[in-house]
């Protein structure tokens, strides 16, 4: 082929892609100028310069108004802050040696960029399960994988850490409870027994070994004494007297290998709540349900079955009790949270797979605090959400409110609006209209009908 021919053809096909990429450009929809008939396309002559970084923070999400259920709707739960870590501390920076060859090609410590910055590496959250908050409003959050128990202060975010082989032994740490003394105890599913610390956090003894196997969540009926243990190992829950942590009785049969069906006993539960009547909730997880007992172990309902649809579970783990007595569950695997009626009515729900406020990743862990702040632990993604449960009380007075302001614009648009004959307010008589004029037509009433709001428990 001549080379006039390959230059021409080499032309060509230059030509039909720049046609075709224009051709593109014009319709794209990010440019949204163009009409559609005829696109066309401005291109600059030379090409601006690029705009030097300044280093500013990206914009942060706005969480002042998150919020379910959404507006119009009376809000139910609200959105406030999330946990990771602890703080990087500050540390006096050390007169830094030359790396060696061998070093080098050994790679870079993983915290050799926090020493370089003057900071001691932090420790952060891996596999958060268990939750429990004390009298001065600190966040306890036991991690299996970090093993060691973090202590948040929600308010200041100071951490600290009850480390495993400083201030206990620990091998896989899964529940917690705190009593109102603020005595600590932390449910070990390797050692199987049940650790207690004091106020201070200092370790004061264990109990359960022979008897505990796979213990898991924790809960205390402060008013009867009992501390509940879900031992998953056996497909019970174990009773034991929270001061002198001598067994009292056992709930469900063991050695059926989490078969058992029937009501009253268990296939693996992993969490257990008490509500302010003493009375017993279990996540009994493999038969994807919750039960319920009053506190002499009498079995009075059960709620839940296996699925995807509102008011089902899908291996339910956490489960916590708010003060006007709803229930609230994790579902592990459909990684939501359902708010249910101790009768099993449901009442909310929030979630959803991601890591967006109010969403989930292998949700683990609940608990309800006296100032009505929900916390939830995340096992995939390593984090622990902070709500803020609106109680019943409070959302009958924004109720209350929404309908008297509503009365009052209905009043007065009621006294703005003159009776058919009556003169209008100012006194004035109106003009007569002109002799030509034809009467108007009659115009229907038209009928303003105010739907009720509905109000839930």
């Not at 009776?419 to 003009?431: R, T, V």
Request: aromatic fraction near 8%.
């Amino acid at each position: 082929m001549p080379e006039t021919s390959k230059k021409l053809m080499r032309t060509g096909l230059f030509a039909a892609v720049a046609l075709a990429l224009l051709a593109v450009i014009g319709i794209s929809p990010a440019l949204g100028q163009n009409a559609p008939n005829a696109p066309t396309v401005q291109i600059p002559k030379k090409a601006p310069a690029a705009t030097p970084t300044t280093g500013k923070a990206p914009p942060k999400l706005d969480i002042s108004n998150i919020v379910w259920p959404q507006p119009p709707a009376v809000a139910r739960l609200r959105y406030l802050d999330y946990f990771s870590a602890q703080k990087p501390e500050p540390v006096k920076q050390k007169q830094v040696t030359k790396k060696s060859w061998m070093d080098r090609m050994a790679g870079v410590d993983p915290d050799e960029a926090a020493k370089r910055a003057g900071t001691k590496p932090r420790f952060e959250l891996g596999t958060p399960y268990g939750l429990a908050v004390d009298s001065k409003g600190n966040l306890y959050v036991a991690d299996t994988k970090v093993g060691a128990v973090f202590v948040f202060n929600p308010e200041s975010r100071d951490t600290n850490l009850i480390k495993h082989g400083v201030d206990a032994k620990f091998g896989r740490i899964f529940g917690l409870a705190i009593d109102d003394s603020d005595r600590l105890f932390v449910s070990d599913g390797e050692y199987d027994h049940v650790l207690v610390f004091n106020a201070e956090r200092k370790m004061e003894g264990s109990f359960g070994e022979g008897i505990m196997r796979d213990p898991a969540g924790l809960a205390i009926d402060e008013e009867n004494r009992f501390l509940y243990v879900a031992n998953t190992g056996t497909d019970q829950i174990l009773v034991y007297d929270a001061d002198t942590f001598k067994l009292l009785r056992k709930i469900g049969t063991p050695g059926k290998n989490h078969t058992l069906t029937s009501p009253g006993d268990f296939s693996e539960p992993t969490n257990v709540a008490v509500d302010k009547d003493g009375n017993l909730y279990v996540a009994d997880t493999m038969n994807d349900r919750i039960e319920e007992f009053d506190a002499e172990g009498t079995f009075i309902r059960a709620f839940g079955k296996n699925g995807d649809g509102p008011g089902e579970f899908s291996r339910p783990k956490g489960i916590a009790i708010d003060c006007d007595n709803h229930v609230w569950v994790m579902d592990a695997m459909m990684n939501r949270l359902q708010v249910f009626t101790a009768e099993g009515d449901l009442r909310l729900i929030v979630g959803g797979f991601g890591m967006l406020p109010g969403q989930f990743q292998a949700p683990a862990g609940i608990t309800i605090d006296k100032n009505n702040r929900v916390f939830t632990s995340e096992q995939l993604y390593g984090r622990v959400q902070m709500f803020r449960y609106i109680t019943n009380a409070e959302a009958q007075a924004e109720y209350d409110k929404r309908d008297a302001e509503l009365a009052k614009r209905s009043l007065q648009k009621s006294a703005a609006t003159p009776a058919p004959g009556a003169p209008p307010a100012d006194g004035k008589k109106p003009a007569a209209p002109p002799a030509s004029a034809a009467p108007a037509a009659p115009v229907p009433a038209a009928s303003a009908a105010t739907p009720s709001a509905a109000k839930t428990n």
